[in-house]
């Protein structure tokens, strides 16, 4: 088996009592090049590399650290690695490279500064296997993109096995429902008969009419309590309704027609269509709408439905009263709208499962929602934004940019 190869520092140290002062400046230069060499070779990396010592102070970091993590060149030198990575187990690793042997950490933790990313971290040992603590090697891999990519095909998946439920659902409760619905109709008008009243009782028939008002009375009692029953039954049939349509809002969804709109006035009318319950439910409407909003490119009805579902769950998380806010600004490059309530609040465990599909804090709830109002955000190259408190109320804020999005062209090659 040959033997390893030497490096050009094994082998300067193995002579350097030997060299004369221009030796010695050839190899300062041999070692300057080779540094500059590796320096610029770690500046094109595209994985972050850090180096920390054993008391886990940066002494290095490449030109990737400073885009992944905020660092700055000469001013961040000697800080500690848990100021940039609060979420890093450094005294794990500390115990792994004092021990020794085959140590090479993985973990993957999320950062918010300068931007939020999900990263993937390989920490080694400078010393290799040898006992003791001489610094770690840090490689932080972006993998956001790859993480988004996973969260889409999970999505896809979801959104295939809610398609196949959706249109089942639709097809077995569809036609037994409409059945319901006018044979409800039809026992309402038999009632509203019972209901009427006669001309009034002739002089020859006052004696049985006498005799009968008791019965009478108990009659629209009954009728009564029927009328009630029935408009119980209307109304989970309606919901039954609803929650089909919204199963096959979820699987049908619709290119937005964009058009230069008024985003005050898809407040405006949603609030208008809502009024009633919102008046029903005795909440109190703040309206901050700015007063010089740009047009922006929009699909008014999608916009609209995306209030409708946002200022109905407002509505349901105030179940004793309370303050429903709506804000309209501008700037960013956008515009946007927000949905402010006063009720309980999401927990932090919640908050991020709250998109998903089914997945709903309401005992009625579909759990589909916002996982509509998710979608038409984002078709329309915008986003969502949450922000609860507990026991104190949640905020949606909804961003959608000024521009519309153009689709991106291959460029022609011209040829002499």
Known sequence: MPAPKSSFLDKVLGRIGRLDAEGLQTVIQRLARERSFLETLFDVIEDGVLVVDEQGRVIYFNQSVTSLLGLKPNADEGQPIKRFLPDLDWKKIARGDKAGGPQVVRHELEVNWPRPRFLRLYAAPLDGEATGSSGVALILHDATEARQKTFEAIESERMQALTLLAASVAHELGNPLNALHIHLQLMERELKKLRTPDAGPKPARLTRYRHSRRADADTVNTVGKLQNYLTV????????????????????????????????????????????????????????????????????????????????????????????????????????????????????????????????????????????????????????????????????????????????????????
């Open 233 to 416: 039954a209307k109304g989970e049939i309606s919901r039954l309704d609803y929650i089909i349509s919204q199963f096959l809002q979820a699987i049908r969804p619709s290119t937005p027609k964009l058009q230069p709109a008024s985003l005050n006035d898809a407040v405006r009318a949603s609030l208008d269509l809502l009024g009633p319950e919102l008046k029903n439910r005795h909440l109190h409407i703040e309206e901050k709408l700015a007063a010089r909003l740009p047009l922006t490119p929009m699909d008014p009805a999608q916009i609209q439905q995306v209030l409708v579902n946002l200022i109905k769950n407002a509505m349901q998380a105030m179940t004793s009263g309370g303050t429903l806010s709506l804000s309209t600004g501008a700037g960013a490059g956008g515009v946007w709208f927000s949905v402010d309530d006063t009720g309980g609040g999401i927990p932090q465990e919640q908050i991020n499962r709250i998109f998903e599909p089914f997945y709903t804090t309401k005992a009625k709830g579909t759990g589909l929602g916002l996982m509509i109002v998710q979608r038409i955000v984002r078709d329309h190259g915008g986003r969502v934004e949450l922000a609860s408190r507990v026991n104190e109320g949640t905020q949606f804020r909804v961003w959608l940019p000024s521009h519309e999005r153009r689709p991106k062209l291959l460029e022609a090659k011209l040829h002499d």
